[in-house]
């Protein structure tokens, strides 16, 4: 045997090796399964605040605007009425001073009543008032899974709700959502 053929038979067999060492890796490629188990599903909640204006009528109540501040009519018509009672007691200058004495006392209790009767006069309105309150909500954000590969355990979060398996590719657990069906 000359040099050149063994040579040759060398580099075919070194060929063959490396040959057959890329045949088992693909193989072993060939061989891993396409998809992972789900094991199980588990719903990510988040709470999400949004704040909002909340409005509601509301009756408030006011005093009425007093057309007489003085409440000049009630002393006036108190005057004459106590008047008039006091003319009614005695004689002469008694009299006098009875009538004097009514018309002040009568003019005083006016006013008196007339101030009550201003200050229990009130007006009624509807007033719309809002504040700002936070709504809190509880909004479905994704799905821890659980799965099995390859005789391991692992989990990971999709956006998506998953069916009995996950994709596999380049031997990791694809978590892309899948493609609406187009009709």
């Not at 949004?50 to 005057?79: M, N």
């Amino acid at each position: 045997m000359d040099a050149s053929m063994i040579k040759g038979m060398a580099v075919g067999g070194l060929a063959m090796v490396v040959l057959g060492a890329g045949a088992v890796g693909g193989y072993q490629q060939l061989t891993k399964p396409k998809t992972a188990e789900v094991v199980a599903v588990k719903e990510v909640m988040e709470t999400v605040v949004t704040p909002r204006e909340r409005c509601q009528d509301v009756a408030v109540r006011r005093q009425a605007p007093v057309a007489d501040q003085h409440r000049i009519a009630g002393t006036v018509i108190g005057g004459l009425a106590g008047g008039l009672l006091g003319s009614t007691v005695g004689n002469g200058s008694g009299k006098t001073l009875a009538t004097v004495a009514g018309a002040a006392a009568g003019g005083y209790a006016g006013n008196q009543v007339q101030k009550n009767m201003q200050q229990n006069d009130a007006v009624t309105s509807v007033e719309r008032r809002c504040q700002m309150v936070n709504e809190k909500t509880r909004q479905l954000s994704g799905y821890d899974v659980t799965y099995r590969y390859a005789g391991q355990t692992g989990t990971v979060r999709t956006s998506f709700k998953p069916g009995p398996t996950l994709p596999v590719k380049d031997g990791r657990v694809d978590t892309t959502p899948p493609q609406a069906e187009q009709s």
